[in-house]
């Protein structure tokens, strides 16, 4: 049984340069996803996102695996970040920022399956993000990355360089920032 492995097939979207911003396009992907506001560090609420959509990533993957006999790695978690005001944005005023954190699936996944995976998993564990969890197919498009490397703390400092100066010319002036975590 062959084993899908983002990473591997998405290389581009995964192994980004940590010295440059790059321009990428990202194909569209069906994704797990829990939308959140606040602090990630003080706010419970990400934490439990968090779980929530590891706890139905893996029941997927295993269900999968079983019932399917398709496997695949469980991607990375990554979040969508954003603020009304960009000053808040740049100004790391993260009890201001709104989030999306998102696990993206393979092609063969459906709602249906999500849907039955989310039922299993609050049956093994209370989930109480579970009642937001979403399924949509994301699709990014044109987007412009580089690798963060240092502590979480900094990585919005990252971020604000392409808002400030890189990507200004290059996107909308909607403010936002994906983070892959890998």
């Known amino acids: 049984m062959d084993k899908l492995d983002f990473k591997k097939l998405h290389r581009e979207l995964y192994s980004p340069s940590a010295s440059q911003f790059t321009e990428v396009e990202v194909p569209p992907f069906f ?29 997927l993957k295993f269900t999968s695996k079983k019932e399917l006999e398709r496997d695949y790695t469980v991607p990375a978690l990554e979040g969508l970040w954003w603020a009304d005001d960009m000053a808040d944005f740049i ?18 996944i459906t709602p249906a399956m999500a849907s039955q995976a989310a039922e299993a998993a609050v049956k093994k564990k209370p989930l109480p993000a579970i009642a937001s969890l979403r399924c949509m197919v994301l699709n990014e498009g044109r987007a412009v990355q580089i690798m963060h ?25 909607h403010a936002a920032s994906t983070t892959r975590y890998t």
């Open 91 to 108: 100004n790391l005023r993260k009890d201001r920022w709104q989030w999306t954190l998102l696990i993206p699936q393979p092609e063969w």
């Open 31 to 59: 994704c797990l996803m829990i939308d959140g506001a606040g602090d990630p560090n003080k706010n419970p609420a990400f934490g439990e996102a968090t779980e929530a959509l590891y706890a139905v990533a893996y029941t």
């Open 149 to 173: 490397i240092g502590p979480y703390s900094e990585e919005a400092r990252c971020s604000n360089a392409c808002t400030t100066n890189t990507c200004r010319n290059r996107s909308s002036s």
